[in-house]
Nanobody
């Protein structure tokens, strides 16, 4: 099992960039799918993207495709969410999650979560 801690959130202007990190402690980080999710005030949590063990397969939500990039460095036990061309609608608390079974954004197997980091985009 791993424990996750997000960092890198903050305030950005529309059109700007931020990079979030998801640092893992515990064993077998490289054997976990990593997902990024977000939740805006008053809205349900939504899938942003996910990455497989090796980083060779990445899924993105349509709303972020072409603007966000997910990567991972298994040697550093860290996953990343590079966010470019930010929009006001990207404002949310961003969470990373892990599981050992699936990349499926709708799966209930996402069983390990970080505490979240706030991203605020000003227009």
């Amino acid at each position: 099992q791993v424990q996750l801690v997000e960092s890198g959130g903050g305030l950005a202007q529309a059109g700007g960039s931020l990079r979030l990190s998801c640092a893992a402690s515990g064993r077998y980080f490289g054997m976990h799918y990593i997902g990024w999710f977000r939740q805006a005030p008053g809205k349900e949590r939504e899938f942003v993207g996910s990455i497989n063990f090796s980083g060779s397969y990445v899924l993105y939500a349509d709303s972020v495709k072409g603007r966000f990039t997910i990567s991972r460095d298994n040697a550093k036990n860290t996953a990343y969410l590079q966010m470019n061309n930010l929009k006001s609608e990207d404002t949310a608390v961003y969470y990373c999650a892990a599981n050992r079974h699936t990349n499926d954004p709708h799966s209930s197997d996402w069983d390990t979560w970080g505490q979240g980091t706030q991203v605020t985009v000003s227009s």
